[in-house]
């Protein structure tokens, strides 16, 4: 059965940076679209990045130019780099991925299959 792992969490100033990773168990299809989501105290979980199988990228406004996510197919690993971290982006942080059904930058949360259990990112002076 296929599981996620997120790692990579942690305690940072504003301006810091954080490198997470998520491995997943088992063998995910290289076409799912794969994504990183936050959700910050009881507040709804958003998406903050996208990758589709074939590497292309989708980002949330708030960190375009900031986030970079990637994949490593052969090693089942997601990444997001984080960089010129702020307070706002405190949040757990959720790796997730599902068959694309409708293109990966339309799919809504709903049609994500598989989720991690989460690392916290806390971005505070």
């Known amino acids: 059965q296929v599981q996620l792992a997120e790692s990579g969490g942690g305690s940072v100033q504003p301006g810091g940076s954080l490198t997470l990773s998520c491995q997943a168990s088992?063998?995910?299809?290289?076409?799912?679209?794969m994504a990183w989501f936050l959700q910050a105290s009881t507040k709804e979980r958003e998406v903050v990045a996208r990758?589709?199988?074939?590497?292309?990228?989708i980002y949330a406004e708030s960190v375009k130019g900031r986030f970079t996510i990637s994949r490593d197919n052969a090693k089942n690993t997601l990444y997001l780099q984080m960089n010129s971290l702020k307070p706002e982006d405190t949040a757990m942080y959720y790796c997730?991925?599902?068959?694309?059904?409708?293109?990966?930058?339309?799919?809504?949360?709903?049609?994500?299959?598989?989720w991690g259990q989460g690392t916290q990112v806390t971005v505070s002076s």
């Open positions: 088992g063998g995910i299809y290289s076409s799912y679209c």
């Open positions: 997730a991925a599902g068959p694309p059904a409708i293109r990966c930058a339309s799919m809504p949360i709903r049609d994500f299959t598989y």
């Open positions: 990758i589709e199988g074939g590497g292309n990228t």
